[in-house]
């Protein structure tokens, strides 16, 4: 079997460290949110968006991965990319935590 163009391989390398980039991301902010909102009034608020973070980002790490090894599998084979639901995913985890930051600063007990 003849090695696909690297071209191809070297582009899903990129896309997996893209998807590791987003992970780390996530993590930062979760270190980030647990510095940075008041210890004092919300300590529920700051542990469950950071463990949500956190989870969020654990699941990015592991799913880019899996995506990973999947397009290189199908690159060789040379059959079609499996498709992925991590897009939606990330999204939908992003945007419910942009959510409960906008109604924590709206609320004005933010630092």
Partial sequence: MAEPDYRFTLANERTYLAWLRTALALLG???AISQLIDRS??????????????????????????????????????????????PWLVSAGVTLIALLVLALVLSGTHP
């Avoid at 608020?45 to 980002?57: D, E, F, P, S």
């Avoid at 690159?75 to 639901?85: E, K, Q, T, Y």
């Fill in 29 to 31: 902010g979760a270190v």
């Fill in 41 to 86: 009034g919300l300590a529920w608020l700051r542990i469950g968006l950071g463990v949500a973070l956190v989870l969020l980002g654990l699941v990015v790490s592991v799913m880019s991965v899996w995506r990973w090894h999947a397009a290189e599998a199908a690159i060789r084979a040379g059959g079609p990319l499996p498709r992925l639901r991590l």
